[in-house]
């Protein structure tokens, strides 16, 4: 699973590079988000719901205007919640 949630961290991280339409706030504040997820995954402390959350509240505001993105974002927040951190 963690490979996995790797994997979609990675394509978040390619995805929020290419998309020149995204709000500069919204995409600082998903790359945030990642990067959060990213350097606490491996700490007994996490709260894989909490960090769930953040993400998919942080997509309401580009949910139409960017799907992939948005189902990248999704996967990730699926993962998170199944690791059950």
Request: charged share 25%; hydrophobic share 35%.
């Amino acid at each position: 699973m963690r490979t996995e949630l790797d994997a979609a961290l990675k394509q978040l991280q390619e995805a929020l590079e290419n998309i020149d339409q995204l709000d500069g706030q919204q995409a600082d504040q998903l790359r945030g988000a990642a990067k959060q997820i990213t350097e606490t995954l491996d700490h007994s402390d996490v709260d894989s719901a909490s960090l769930a959350k953040r993400l998919q509240e942080q997509t309401d505001a580009f949910q139409e205007s960017h799907p992939t993105l948005t189902d990248t974002v999704g996967r990730i927040a699926d993962i998170l919640q199944q690791m059950g951190i």
